[in-house]
């Protein structure tokens, strides 16, 4: 445990696909590894499109990571970390907002980064409940691959089955502004 007052709070970085979530969650984790802040980072069971124990950006950033399958595993986890990171906090279930509150009550600084919106454009829960107990909300931007204005929406390309938990392949998806977004549904 660190000197002094450990004081808890909840940090989301959220936004769509290519905004860069993953590469801000490891810099702030990084940031802590260096200082020797006890922390752990977290990702769910089934994201294994590059490495099983390791967060990868889309820049090719890694750092070690424990995947869980749900937040109670993460409150068995955490109970020396001063920080605990969650990558792709979308795929966890609605449970994961509780325990984010626990740790950080507990004097735990959460981090947490993940989709806001799926390709619909519909909240990603729980990322809306988390949004709504943060402390800090960091709202990244991609580019438009359209218009190369700001991007908050991410759309998907070759449609084959609705499945919303078809992982971040950069050839299944695509970054777009809302006004660009809006054309592809007409
Ligand atoms: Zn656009």
Avoid: W
């Amino acid at each position: 445990m660190s000197q002094g007052v450990k004081k808890g709070s909840i940090e989301v970085i959220t936004g769509p696909m290519f905004s860069g979530k993953t590469e801000e969650l490891i810099r702030r984790v990084s940031r802590a590894e260096i200082a020797k802040i006890p922390y752990m980072l977290f990702k769910p069971m089934f994201d294994t499109r590059y490495s099983e124990t390791e967060i990868v950006s889309h820049d090719n950033k890694r750092i070690g990571a424990k995947p869980v399958m749900d937040a109670k595993e993460i409150l068995g986890l955490s109970i020396d970390a001063d920080i605990v990171g969650i990558d792709e906090a979308q795929f966890f279930s609605p449970e994961l907002v509780e325990a984010c509150v626990k740790l950080a009550n507990g004097g735990v600084r959460v981090i947490v980064a993940g989709l806001d919106m799926d390709y619909l454009s519909k909240p990603f829960q729980p990322m809306p409940n988390l949004l709504g107990v943060a402390d800090k909300v960091t709202k990244l931007k991609a580019i438009c691959i359209e218009c190369k204005g700001d991007a908050s929406l991410t759309h998907r390309i070759n449609i084959t089955a609705e499945k919303r938990l078809m992982l971040g392949e950069k050839d299944s998806y695509e970054p777009l502004c809302r006004s660009c977004y809006t054309k592809y549904l007409k």
